[in-house]
């Protein structure tokens, strides 16, 4: 029965990782503690990048640690008409109704710059 051992990370990562178990298998300690050593830092200084990022994040910004990223939009109007439309019926809007609303949402938009 032959297991398959499935590759993680970069393959520059896999490839250290096989250096330090053959230098391991060759009795060159001093040799494989420092590429460990080296995959250590750089996993630390990953993780401790990502915190620097979560932090500035909720400094700057106001986001909270659990909070997760969700826009939120104002999609009420006061001038919009609203449509009480029920689960059997459909509602059929063609495409220059389409683009009318569409110009008109424009010409707000223009107005209020």
Do not use: C, W
Not at 1 to 11: D, K, L, Q
Not at 13 to 24: G, H, L, R, V
Not at 37 to 65: C, P, W, Y
Not at 77 to 85: A, F, M, T
């Amino acid at each position: 029965m032959t297991e398959e051992i499935e590759a993680t990370g970069s393959p520059m990562e896999n490839q250290d990782i096989m250096t330090m178990i053959d230098f391991t298998a060759a009795s060159e300690y001093t040799k494989a503690t420092e590429i460990f050593n080296n995959m250590l830092m750089h996993r630390v200084d990953d993780a401790l990048e990502q915190q620097k990022i979560g932090l500035a994040d909720r400094t700057f910004n106001g986001a909270s640690e659990d909070e997760d990223e969700q826009l939120e939009f104002d999609l009420s109007d006061d001038d919009d008409e609203e449509l009480e439309i029920s689960d059997d019926e459909e509602l059929e809007i063609s495409d220059d109704e389409i683009d009318a609303m569409a110009d008109e949402l424009a010409d707000d938009e223009d107005e209020e710059d």
